[in-house]
């Protein structure tokens, strides 16, 4: 396929295959971005990537617009975090003409599995880099592979219908989340505001226990004090408050955590620059859970129920897989708190389908891009000697 046949349109199957490059000693660099039509990737059992955990990955999208065009969103923003990662880990962080080569000849390459506008999915991109060569004992290794996979995906919770008059048949509450207790997810001055693997593999028996008792997300707390927001396992943590319109005029005001143990997300990055367009005011900062208190031997601990999370009239986990996704309740069992929100979050007036419709209108080419979000995906040219 050349660029004349660009874009293809959208068909259900397998994709074609994904993008690599490599960095050598030899070469000091990374190479120009290939195509390789295997899924498989080959390596030695020894790799610091197997052993030792030396690896990086990154997640963004591609939508499909109303005139049939291919955008991704904000690929400058995950470039930037990949290289933070990278050098978090001691891999050669990837330039980001490099990475952003690569992720536009990875959607390029596989343009038929963009699913159409309309359909709730997006072409997810994966991309990531480790360790390669075999390096027996605790030392920095001198080969390294940088990938890029996609495949097409539906949101990671089911569409939201959102009403538009005023049939009000169908409401929708949200997901139920739980507190993790049980483990901390990240120490202070570690690697929880990078994406590393080992930030995520241990969480995931606790995700697939929670989910089987009817919890579609996990937060976690600070591992320091356990007393303030950190992010959900999947995503970012958005809070909700409403002004009492006496003095305030019922003002917006959106509240998400700015814990130096959590990744910095595009998706919310990008919501709160959406609400100060709307006039709403934004507060980075730390989001009490509950307020400890000690008196006594370090072990008599006396908590107060009352926390900032319960002030919230909306709370929603945000990310590049979940987009937005409303929560209906927190619950912390070793303290018995369950707190509800009872917003109907399919109605318009909402924050949150305010917001969702706002950010999905500009992802899919709905809504004029006002911040020069989004970057359409041409055929690159690079890829016709190799197709």
Known sequence: MGATEYPRPPVAGLVNGHIESRFTPSTNTWSPPTFVADPHIRIHGLTPALNYGQQIFEG????RTRSGRITLFR???NAARFARSARAVSIPPVPSHIFLEAVHAAVAMNS???PPLGSGAALYIRPLA???????GLKLAGEFLFCVYVLPVAGLHRPLPVHEGGDK???VSGVKALVVEDFDRAAPLGTGDVKVGGNYGPVLGRIDAARQ???GLTLHLD???HSVVDEFSTSGFVGVRRGTGDGDGGQVTLVVSDSQQIVASVTI????EIARGLGWAVEKRPVSFFYPWFLGRPDTRMQIAFTEVSEFVEVYAAGTAAMLVPVQSVERRSTGEVIHYSTDYADPTSVFAQLYKALSGVQQGLVPDQWGWTQEVLWPKQLDSQD
């Open 60 to 63: 963004l999208k591609a939508f």
């Open 169 to 171: 048949e169908t409401s």
């Open 112 to 114: 038929e599995f963009v």
């Open 130 to 136: 480790f360790a390669s060569s075999a390096t027996v």
């Open 223 to 225: 591992s320091l004090s």
């Open 75 to 77: 690929p400058d923003q």
């Open 213 to 215: 008792e009817g919890y």
């Open 269 to 272: 990055d990008s919501v709160c």
